[in-house]
């Protein structure tokens, strides 16, 4: 026999040794915590907006309903829906999202107009419903480890046919659509684990669990799984559109502040800038060609060691001076900090006697020897954050840098030994993907005491929550082809799709690109263009050949080297005239982009959409992995082949789109054959559009 009990606007529901708790939580959702411990934690949010911070709608429970499918039928619990008594059954209704929790402790989650969005998946005889077969297997599942307090769980849904399913975060996969995948949840290098799905079948889901685990969308059933953990945790929401899912996410977890203007355009950076002087005249022949730059990009190993977060004064000796000189040509400085201390760095002690350092359970403490024999800060402490940010303040900040680079944050370690580290807040295994979203956590708040507005920080990873915090993430260490580009353009549409709307791609790719082959530089000449329709325009990369540094060593530490060339001019003259025009065309966007990034701020909308987000009912749009929408009126298809000089592109149903190469305009719901030539990517505007300089 069930316990049922209703308070404070919320179902608890337990049998034996399970507990279970569902809550509305945010613009159309609900929230559902499960345990087999003695109590329920209820203090820890993870990504999740606390209490009284979100806005719920106004929601509604009610026990003793009818049959769930007679209450589907009526759109679920309601002022007036009459109540018949059910022995052990509940319904929880928040908005558009009700969920019903039948006598056997079983899930169901339906919209506002009682159709049925996902229910857990069960296959045991005593159900008595069209799934009953003697199989007992359960839908979650809560493992002891054994003498531990820990469990190995699994939360699993029933699989549909029709599904589609978007979002996760970043993963280097061709296919937008992530059904029939099996996803990692850890982070890497690369690889961004966000777990929020949005399903074609109006929902969406977060895994509110930073546990190291996986998640399988199969065809047969959808089931998320950590490795450890204290409790099951997820939020579920319903919309009539994937506008509306996105919108009531960010109701739940945050959006990305407003994005600065002179943040807008064009970013440059490269592997690496070794001194001021270098830097500076980069820039000042960017600004001779009358060429326009928001941000430059001082990278790492700039540093005297690893951990001392400080500027070496033989390649940097003004770094007050080189603020100012940058300031008069209207261009900000970036500055890349890292996560890892070397054992010989100043800050070292103060770290370790404090436990601000990453624990290893056994052996000594150190997690690679990358440079030197090194550690990392605990971006979990809160001490540790207020420390990180005090040393950078003093360091950077107070000579006016504003803008910081948040480089290897996933962090950089073997994950085949993360079940050896231990945080400020418990095992790697149970909390270790939330480190970035800390990381940034770390420098939002620090330059928030500060008084400073529109804060961003450039990262190489997030989690779900990052966005509040002013993560711009970036899609790694990826490799200089066309493989990689075509893989970037999904893996930035899901990126905004599980609410990460900064996303930002190394232009040309970060590994192997020699500036002076023909074959590379015509990935970097198609990357550039599709560059100009990302949230952030950056160049960057490691070019070849490789120049190692002289000396090897100062000072008894290890000195990094740099890559070839990587300005607009390093590609060859008629190279250079196309990444100009793009340049200045970037520039002009200006307008338009500020809209789009407003979107962003107030409602969580991606900037990069795909193009079932403005075209739910055209079921071709759903299917569209390579061309996106830049905001509503703006449809763009990058080229990701060699020699290409026409694109296949899908317009979708329901407006008339004029091409601009062109100006031929073409009814939507038809494959066209885009111009395209080296010099053009292909760019379609929606009939109507306004404030497009195009």
Same mark, same amino acid.
């Given at each position: 026999?069930?316990?049922?009990?209703?308070?404070?606007?919320?179902?608890?529901?337990?049998?034996?040794?399970?507990?279970?708790?569902?809550?509305?939580?945010?613009?159309?959702?609900?929230?559902?915590?499960?345990?087999?411990?003695?109590?329920?934690?209820?203090?820890?949010?993870?990504?999740?907006?606390?209490?009284?911070?979100?806005?719920?709608?106004?929601?509604?429970?009610?026990?003793?309903?009818?049959?769930?499918?007679?209450?589907?039928?009526?759109?679920?619990?309601?002022?007036?829906?009459?109540?018949?008594?059910?022995?052990?059954?509940?319904?929880?209704?928040?908005?558009?999202?009700?969920?019903?929790?039948?006598?056997?402790?079983?899930?169901?989650?339906?919209?506002?107009?009682?159709?049925?969005?996902?229910?857990?998946?069960?296959?045991?005889?005593?159900?008595?419903?069209?799934?009953?077969?003697?199989?007992?297997?359960?839908?979650?599942?809560?493992?002891?480890?054994?003498?531990?307090?820990?469990?190995?769980?699994?939360?699993?849904?029933?699989?549909?046919?029709?599904?589609?399913?978007?979002?996760?975060?970043?993963?280097?996969?061709?296919?937008?659509?992530?059904?029939?995948?099996?996803?990692?949840?850890?982070?890497?290098?690369?690889?961004?684990?966000?777990?929020?799905?949005?399903?074609?079948?109006?929902?969406?889901?977060?895994?509110?669990?930073?546990?190291?685990?996986?998640?399988?969308?199969?065809?047969?059933?959808?089931?998320?799984?950590?490795?450890?953990?204290?409790?099951?945790?997820?939020?579920?929401?319903?919309?009539?559109?994937?506008?509306?899912?996105?919108?009531?996410?960010?109701?739940?977890?945050?959006?990305?502040?407003?994005?600065?203007?002179?943040?807008?355009?064009?970013?440059?950076?490269?592997?690496?800038?070794?001194?001021?002087?270098?830097?500076?005249?980069?820039?000042?022949?960017?600004?001779?060609?009358?060429?326009?730059?928001?941000?430059?990009?001082?990278?790492?190993?700039?540093?005297?060691?690893?951990?001392?977060?400080?500027?070496?004064?033989?390649?940097?000796?003004?770094?007050?001076?080189?603020?100012?000189?940058?300031?008069?040509?209207?261009?900000?400085?970036?500055?890349?900090?890292?996560?890892?201390?070397?054992?010989?760095?100043?800050?070292?002690?103060?770290?370790?006697?404090?436990?601000?350092?990453?624990?290893?359970?056994?052996?000594?403490?150190?997690?690679?020897?990358?440079?030197?024999?090194?550690?990392?800060?605990?971006?979990?402490?809160?001490?540790?954050?207020?420390?990180?940010?005090?040393?950078?303040?003093?360091?950077?900040?107070?000579?006016?840098?504003?803008?910081?680079?948040?480089?290897?944050?996933?962090?950089?370690?073997?994950?085949?030994?993360?079940?050896?580290?231990?945080?400020?807040?418990?095992?790697?295994?149970?909390?270790?993907?939330?480190?970035?979203?800390?990381?940034?956590?770390?420098?939002?708040?620090?330059?928030?005491?500060?008084?400073?507005?529109?804060?961003?920080?450039?990262?190489?990873?997030?989690?779900?929550?990052?966005?509040?915090?002013?993560?711009?993430?970036?899609?790694?260490?990826?490799?200089?082809?066309?493989?990689?580009?075509?893989?970037?353009?999904?893996?930035?549409?899901?990126?905004?799709?599980?609410?990460? =709307?900064?996303?930002?791609?190394?232009?040309?790719?970060?590994?192997?690109?020699? !500036? %002076?082959? *023909?074959?590379? +530089? @015509? #990935?970097?000449?198609?990357?550039?263009?599709?560059?100009?329709?990302?949230?952030?325009?950056?160049?960057?990369?490691?070019?070849?050949?490789?120049?190692?540094?002289?000396?090897?060593?100062?000072?008894?530490?290890?000195?990094?080297?740099?890559?070839?060339?990587?300005?607009?001019?390093?590609?060859?003259?008629?190279?250079?005239?196309?990444?100009?025009?793009?340049?200045?065309?970037?520039?002009?966007?200006?307008?338009?982009?500020?809209?789009?990034?407003?979107?962003?701020?107030?409602?969580?909308?991606?900037?990069?959409?795909?193009?079932?987000?403005?075209?739910?009912?055209?079921?071709?749009?759903?299917?569209?992995?390579?061309?996106?929408?830049?905001?509503?009126?703006?449809?763009?298809? =990058?080229?990701?082949?060699?020699?290409?000089?026409?694109?296949?592109?899908?317009? !979708? %149903?329901? *407006?008339?789109? +004029? @091409? #601009?190469?062109?100006?031929?305009?073409?009814?939507?719901?038809?494959?066209?054959?885009?111009?395209?030539?080296?010099?053009?990517?292909?760019?379609?505007?929606?009939?109507?559009?306004?404030?497009?300089?195009?």
């Amino acid at each position: 026999m069930a316990i049922i009990r209703l308070e404070d606007n919320q179902l608890y529901w337990q049998q034996g040794e399970e507990k279970l708790l569902i809550q509305p939580w945010g613009n159309n959702g609900l929230r559902v915590r499960v345990t087999r411990a003695a109590q329920l934690d209820l203090d820890e949010n993870w990504a999740l907006l606390p209490a009284g911070e979100h806005q719920a709608e106004r929601s509604m429970v009610h026990t003793a309903p009818k049959n769930k499918k007679q209450m589907a039928a009526a759109g679920g619990p309601g002022e007036d829906a009459p109540i018949i008594a059910e022995e052990n059954a509940a319904w929880i209704k928040n908005g558009k999202v009700a969920a019903f929790i039948d006598r056997h402790g079983y899930l169901f989650f339906y919209n506002g107009k009682g159709e049925e969005l996902t229910r857990e998946y069960v296959r045991n005889r005593s159900d008595l419903s069209e799934y009953s077969v003697p199989l007992a297997m359960r839908g979650r599942l809560l493992h002891p480890g054994v003498g531990r307090d820990d469990y190995r769980c699994a939360m699993s849904f029933e699989a549909y046919e029709d599904e589609k399913i978007y979002g996760m975060g970043q993963y280097q996969e061709d296919s937008l659509n992530l059904k029939g995948l099996k996803l990692e949840l850890v982070q890497r290098n690369s690889q961004i684990s966000c777990p929020f799905m949005v399903s074609s079948r109006g929902y969406g889901l977060l895994w509110n669990n930073p546990a190291v685990g996986q998640v399988t969308f199969a065809r047969n059933v959808t089931k998320w799984e950590a490795r450890s953990t204290r409790q099951i945790d997820f939020w579920i929401t319903a919309g009539d559109t994937p506008d509306e899912i996105e919108r009531n996410y960010a109701s739940a977890t945050g959006t990305v502040p407003m994005m600065r203007d002179d943040l807008m355009g064009f970013w440059q950076c490269k592997l690496r800038y070794r001194t001021q002087e270098e830097l500076l005249s980069v820039v000042r022949e960017h600004k001779r060609r009358g060429l326009p730059m928001d941000a430059i990009v001082v990278d790492f190993f700039h540093w005297t060691k690893q951990g001392d977060w400080k500027f070496d004064p033989v390649d940097w000796p003004d770094p007050e001076g080189m603020v100012e000189e940058l300031k008069k040509y209207g261009v900000n400085l970036v500055v890349s900090v890292w996560p890892t201390v070397d054992v010989r760095s100043e800050n070292f002690r103060e770290l370790a006697e404090n436990d601000y350092l990453i624990r290893n359970d056994r052996g000594i403490r150190l997690t690679s020897r990358f440079m030197g024999d090194v550690t990392l800060w605990d971006a979990m402490n809160p001490g540790a954050r207020e420390f990180i940010w005090r040393v950078c303040k003093k360091n950077y900040y107070d000579k006016g840098i504003k803008l910081f680079w948040l480089d290897s944050a996933e962090p950089i370690y073997n994950n085949d030994h993360i079940d050896n580290l231990r945080y400020y807040t418990g095992p790697a295994l149970q909390v270790s993907n939330m480190y970035p979203m800390n990381f940034a956590r770390a420098f939002y708040e620090g330059l928030a005491a500060e008084g400073e507005q529109d804060i961003m920080c450039l990262i190489r990873c997030g989690w779900a929550g990052s966005q509040r915090y002013g993560a711009l993430v970036w899609s790694g260490d990826i490799q200089s082809n066309f493989k990689s580009m075509r893989q970037q353009i999904t893996a930035g549409l899901n990126a905004g799709m599980a609410g990460l =709307p900064w996303w930002t791609t190394d232009i040309g790719g970060f590994l192997s690109g020699f !500036p %002076a082959h *023909d074959d590379f +530089r @015509e #990935v970097l000449v198609r990357w550039f263009e599709w560059g100009c329709f990302q949230p952030v325009m950056r160049l960057h990369g490691d070019r070849l050949p490789y120049r190692n540094p002289e000396p090897l060593y100062r000072d008894g530490v290890e000195q990094f080297g740099s890559g070839a060339d990587n300005e607009i001019w390093s590609f060859g003259e008629d190279n250079y005239e196309i990444l100009k025009k793009y340049l200045l065309l970037r520039e002009s966007l200006k307008p338009y982009i500020k809209n789009l990034m407003r979107q962003a701020h107030e409602h969580g909308t991606p900037v990069m959409r795909p193009l079932f987000y403005h075209y739910p009912e055209d079921k071709a749009a759903w299917d569209i992995d390579e061309t996106y929408l830049f905001g509503r009126d703006l449809l763009v298809a =990058p080229v990701y082949e060699a020699g290409a000089a026409t694109r296949r592109t899908y317009l !979708p %149903a329901g *407006d008339t789109w +004029r @091409e #601009v190469a062109t100006g031929k305009t073409f009814s939507g719901g038809q494959w066209v054959d885009a111009h395209a030539p080296l010099d053009t990517i292909p760019l379609f505007v929606r009939d109507g559009a306004q404030g497009l300089p195009l």
